[in-house]
């Protein structure tokens, strides 16, 4: 299998890799780097359960191949915030019951940020266009989308 | 209503924080080292005799370990779902299939699967097995299936027990009184003929299974069982092992469930197993989203029938009930989900004469199983809209002919246990008020196009899953030299809060704050036996074996406090972690558990329930607009209306809720497996299969009623299954009161409600 | 398998990359589609050309009278592009209702035109635009109307072994015409349409100057009605004349049965329907009253 070299950066680190061309961004993040937050639910693109952040706009992981990153920023939920010090939207997604089996979440919660990164207010369609392409089986998405609009307003008021 | 601390707050979840930060292990995120990767070989065929089958080719490219088929695998036969290790003779399980067999029933049934260094090299060796397949001619019609001259899809022999042409387990028959009488009697008979359909579980994380077999024989397997108890007994079946030689668990996260795993994760437990034992290396088998689709227990389609007889003010003289389930090409729960939709079809209203009889059949779909509701949203969706039609036909509010018919505490009922609490009417009420249900049948102009329209259903179901199989828990609490406290219970968490909701009912009894409380679920090795995660259980069964182990705990720690105190037990208490007598003497628990380790004791408790069994209640309010000029129907207002008994955590409460209201908003209007003549699926991916999404929400509240059952952990009633029970009849409800069609079959897509509107229009 | 990934930073390299490849390479650009047809086995090049970093790519601009759509701007850009939202509405209401966000966000509009499935909503919006293509090989560019790039049901004219396309070009509308887009899906996100509708139309003096009408999926790519559009070519606008424009596209339509987008005969019963809306939309934005 022919190996090529790809360096970008994740969750604000550079890193260099060898990489098998027909692996996504999804394979190289849980099987080679081992970040199996970001989870995978359908592999096209079609569930969103492994959104990642991709130089600032949400994509889906398992339709990227690898080697389109080259160059570019890539953040994952293990990027964003951890338990001594977590981002608005993991507390709100805590505090206000939107995780239940929590498959969805880390995509859910990357999704949200790559709107609340942009949009300090979002209206409640805004929040539903980005959360849309997330399936959730478990909440209904009733308690995710009251949590978005908690961490947006704590976002606002920091 | 008695104060808690603990209970009935809406502590933080045990495992928010490692899913919100993307650190919650689930077992698709497993690696070991050598780890192989396994793979299916699928059937393409309906029905199907495998003639010849050679591995050779595929086991000879390089990075394939092992290829197993019927030729070279076990072929005891089991039954995949749970219901094998707590079928109560003189009921028999159904063991009807093996892991490969050399007859394939249904596309999708497993035919051979492959053992690799690499998910990729497993893939491809799958290209290179030569299968020579006869074909057997298929059926996929329940009603066909059970004529004379259906092809026979299992013979009857050991273990498969058969009771009539393709009919598995038993048939159903539950009587009160003489229906036939009460049609007598009746001023107004409604005789109405329903169809549901396949719907999917399309729970976010696929089945998956890693096994490993070490040297001495003992056996490890992560999965995303809903039960690792009987999982174990089902495995220590299949490989002849013992099971105290097996040792299942969650790793601990299950990313969902409603009922597809409960027993094996479909078939990943034993290919993993098998595997692992062939290569002598950690097999890991993760489902692909089409395999999930086309190859792991789905709800049963099939044919409901109600006959309802009213007096004319409206007193229901007879309920007559009819169900066929399409159980597919394998048993799983077949024989209890038909039980299931009599039991709580027949549960709801008090009638003096009732009759229920109804079967399951095989056909070549994909297996049926259980689906959070199991059997109950089938029956209501027809028994709710042929009292919405009653309602009309007598000329009565459909609010207040429920409210004079539901059943009340005393009433006979088919049910074997007592009714001993119902909230219904409250939840009827305050569903009603949120609703606006004053408004119904005002809401549009003549000529609208766009129509609106108000409706409500309602509904019952269990706490647990006795008496339609063995039910009973078993808990371990301990409190550790430094008195935290450490609970121990068999069932998952596949997301409905279980491990929060335990760990709740263990601080509130022996009076400590949740940062003390930690718990271990769902692994064979260090919990005690217990029948898993369904049938709305876990709180209801499990919560009263916490509870049990915390009070025996609890009292041994205030025995031993006593005793250091030498003031008389009755007199001592525990509340946040401090043990409290008269006056201000007081040694906290850390101190008292400090001291009894040190002289040789620590405070234990086990907890064994066998439970008895409590109704939920439920009213469901939909209000709708439909387009008439395309069918579509858009949903603007969902009102779910519960009496849980005592929430004991209302935030989780609410989460289950409003998760069953949008499973039943799918299952009404969108959800659907079909199968080609072929007997392909052809909602085989998330993208053919209709879950609804963010964006198609409407606004959703949940109300919860607490009238607290006395047989109840705290007073609390099942909730895992009740969201959906009665939404699609709710739905079907307001969409007549919007345009006037009565739809009789599901999911009431845009076009199904189109051509209604057209035959409406035609007549 | 894939043995390289080229990421050249001109037109000109890509095509080179291209020839020396010599028909074994696929371009890529968001890579919507091509990672799941290759996921699935049905294409298997040796090596990905990823267009997404040439430059010019990314562009949407004004051109006199036309608006200019580089082969990288995604569905996202153009939804929220606010020329596009002006001068091409029912563009931005058509890439507005592909898949998801996560979709939009590095799916193509020329990847939706070369993937050349029949109900494709960016293209089927292209085609009411009389949008034209761009087309660049080694031997130099030539322009294509998008209408005419169909060869079939996920075929396209467009020789990928050796062309790229590199822009999409149509006029921008003046404020006396306008346009719509209709969809009909089971649910708002993530679906394949089972119907969609656009809408592109001039109005002159209370009277339909042109119009053209586009629907899917009901042939191998959008196809035009035809039929509807002579109707009101000319004709006063009146809901009369827009009822019975609606009803010839659901006569000339031929949707076929389909498990996922429901039967022919349901189809073309509420194609009329979407045309109908459609219409009112854009004679009301054209400044028309009915």
């Known amino acids: ?158 | 209503m008695k104060e808690y601390q603990v209970v009935g707050k809406s502590v933080r979840r045990l495992d928010a924080l490692e899913k919100a930060t993307g650190m919650g292990t689930f077992t698709t995120d497993l690696a070991l080292p050598g780890m192989l990767y396994a793979k299916v070989l699928r059937s393409p065929h309906a029905h199907a005799r495998i003639v010849k089958i050679d591995t050779g080719r595929a086991e000879q490219l390089p990075g394939v370990e092992a290829v197993a088929c019927f030729k070279n695998t076990t072929r005891v036969k089991f039954n995949h779902s749970a219901t094998m290790t707590f079928t109560v003779p003189p009921m028999e399980a159904v063991l009807d299939e093996c892991i490969y067999d050399d007859v394939v029933r249904y596309v999708g049934d497993e035919v051979a699967a492959v053992a690799a260094v690499s998910e990729r090299i497993a893939e491809e060796a799958l290209a290179l097995i030569d299968v020579e397949y006869e074909l057997l001619p298929a059926v996929f019609d329940p009603v066909k299936a059970m004529e004379p001259d259906a092809p026979d899809i299992h013979i009857k022999k050991a273990g498969c027990f058969l009771c009539g042409k393709n009919i598995p387990g038993e048939k159903i028959h539950l009587a009160l009184g003489n229906v036939e009488e009460g049609f007598k009697e009746s001023d107004v008979i409604i005789e109405e003929t329903f169809y549901l359909p396949v719907q999917k579980q399309a729970q976010l994380e696929t089945q998956a299974a890693l096994a490993t077999v070490s040297n001495n024989g003992d056996i490890t397997v992560w999965s995303t069982t809903q039960t690792p108890h009987p999982t174990r007994q089902i495995l220590s079946h299949i490989f002849q092992i013992p099971q105290s030689k097996i040792r299942v668990l969650n790793p601990p996260y299950i990313g969902g469930g409603f009922g597809v795993r409960i027993g094996l994760s479909a078939k990943a437990e034993p290919i993993a197993v098998d595997l692992a034992m062939k290569t002598k290396k950690p097999v890991k088998i993760v489902y692909d989203r089409k395999e999930d689709f086309t190859s792991t227990d789905t709800r049963h389609s099939g044919i409901v029938t109600v006959k309802l007889g009213a007096k004319k003010d409206g007193t229901f003289q007879a309920l007559q009930l009819k169900g066929l389930l399409n159980t597919g090409a394998y048993c799983s729960f077949g024989a209890e989900t038909i039980g299931v939709l009599g039991a709580m079809g027949l549960s709801v209203y008090r009638a003096p004469h009732m009759l229920y009889t109804g079967n399951s059949v095989y056909t070549n779909i994909t297996p049926a199983g259980a689906f959070r509701g199991f059997g109950n949203p089938q029956a209501m969706f027809a028994i709710e809209t042929v009292v919405d039609m009653m309602a009309e036909r007598l000329g009565m509010d459909a609010k207040e002919l429920r409210l004079k018919n539901i059943i009340k505490p005393g009433d006979p009922w088919i049910l074997p246990y007592s009714c001993q609490s119902t909230g219904l009417a409250e939840c009827i009420e305050k569903g009603a008020k949120e609703i606006g249900w004053e408004r119904r049948g005002t809401l549009n102009k003549p000529g609208d196009t766009l129509r609106r329209g108000i409706g409500m259903a309602v509904g019952t179901h269990v706490s647990d899953a006795w008496p339609f199989c063995g039910d009973f828990s078993n808990a371990y609490v301990t409190i550790q030299a430094d008195g935290s406290v450490h609970v121990a219970s068999g069932v998952p968490d596949m997301g409905t809060g279980t491990r929060t909701t335990l760990g709740q009912f263990a601080a509130e009894v022996i009076g400590v704050g949740m940062e003390h409380v930690s718990v271990t679920i769902a692994d064979t090795q260090s919990t005690p036996f217990d029948i898993g995660s369904h049938a709305s259980r876990t709180c209801y069964v499990a919560g009263q074996a916490v509870m049990k182990a915390a009070t025996e705990a609890r009292g041994y720690a205030l025995a031993y406090a006593a005793n250091m105190l030498n003031e008389p037990l009755e007199d001592l208490t525990i509340l946040d972690a401090v043990v409290f007598c008269r006056g201000d003497r007081k040694l906290t628990l850390a101190e008292v558990a400090r001291h009894a380790h040190l002289h040789n004791e620590q405070f234990i408790g086990v907890g064994k329930v066998i439970p008895q069994n409590a109704p939920p209640w439920l009213a469901h309010f939909a209000e709708v607009e439909v387009d008439t000029e395309t069918g579509q129907v858009r949903l603007l207002k969902m009102v779910a209306a519960h009496d849980v008994g005592k929430a004991i955590n209302p935030v989780i409460v609410e989460g289950q809720l409003q998760g069953g209201v949008v499973q039943g908003m799918g299952y009404a209007l969108s959800e659907e497996v079909i199968f080609d003549r072929e007997g392909r699926s052809q909602h085989d991916a998330y993208h053919k299969y209709m879950l609804l999404t963010a964006e198609d929400m409407p606004e959703i509240k949940a109300i919860i009623v607490e009238a607290e059952d006395p047989t109840g952990p705290c007073g609390a009633k099942g909730v895992g299954e009740t969201g959906q029970v009665a939404t699609a009849p709710a739905i079907a409800s307001a969409i007549y009161d919007a345009v006037g069609v009565r739809m009789k079959q599901l999911p009431m897509t845009e076009e199904r409600v189109f051509q209604a509107l057209q035959e409406l229009q035609k007549r | 398998m894939l043995k390289d990934y080229l990421l050249p930073a001109s037109v000109d390299e890509a095509l080179q990359n291209l020839q020396a490849y010599s028909g074994k390479a696929a371009i890529i650009a968001g890579g919507t589609d091509i990672m799941v047809n290759m996921a699935e086995g049905k294409v298997s090049p040796e090596a990905l050309i990823d267009i997404s970093r040439i430059g010019e790519f990314k562009q949407i601009e004004e051109e006199g009278e036309f608006i200019k759509l580089g082969a990288g701007v995604t569905h996202t850009q153009a939804a929220r592009s606010p020329l596009i939202r002006e001068k091409a509405l029912v563009l931005a209401q058509a890439c507005r209702e592909v898949g998801s966000l996560q979709i939009r966000n590095v799916g193509t509009l020329v990847g939706n035109v070369v993937s050349a499935q029949p109900a494709a909503d960016a293209a089927v919006a292209l085609v009411a635009l009389e949008a034209i293509a761009e087309i660049a090989d080694l031997q130099g560019k030539r322009e294509e109307p998008v209408e005419e790039l169909y060869a079939g049901i996920g075929a396209c004219k467009v020789d990928c072994r050796s062309q790229l396309v590199t822009a999409l070009r149509f006029k921008a509308l003046s404020p006396n015409q306008g346009s719509a887009f209709k969809r009909l899906a089971k649910r708002k996100a993530l679906a394949l349409p089972m119907l969609n509708v656009a809408v592109v139309l001039s109005l002159k003096e209370g009277a339909f100057e042109w119009v053209r009408i586009v629907m899917a999926p009901v042939g191998p790519g959008p196809v035009r009605a035809t039929a509807s559009e002579n109707i009101l070519a000319g004709a006063s606008v009146s809901p009369e004349i827009i009822e019975k424009a609606a009803a010839a596209a659901r006569e000339q339509a031929a949707p076929r049965d389909s498990a996922l987008r429901g039967s022919a005969a349901y189809r073309r019963d509420v194609l009329k329907v979407l045309v109908r809306r459609a219409l009112q939309d854009a004679v009301s934005q054209a400044g028309g009253s009915l």
Do not use: W
């Open chain 1, 1 to 158: 299998m022919s190996k090529l070299k790809v360096a970008f950066q994740l969750n604000d680190k550079d890193v260099a890799l060898s990489v098998d061309p027909n692996d996504t961004l999804l394979d190289v993040l849980r099987g080679q780097l081992n970040l199996t937050g970001t989870k995978k639910g359908c592999g096209k693109g079609e569930c969103g359960a492994c959104t990642v952040i991709l130089d600032g706009e949400a994509v889906n992981a398992c339709l990227i191949p690898i080697m389109k990153v080259m160059g570019r920023s890539v953040q994952t939920i293990e990027g964003i915030g951890d338990e001594k010090n977590l981002h608005p939207l993991q507390e709100a997604f805590i505090d206000k019951g939107a995780i239940q089996c929590g498959y969805c979440t880390p995509g859910m919660i990357m999704s949200s940020k790559a709107l609340l990164d942009k949009t300090k207010s979002p209206t409640q369609s805004e929040i539903r266009e980005a959360i849309a392409g997330n399936i959730c089986r478990c909440t209904g998405y009733v308690k995710i989308e009251e949590a978005v609009q908690a961490a947006a307003e704590k976002m606002r008021d920091s």
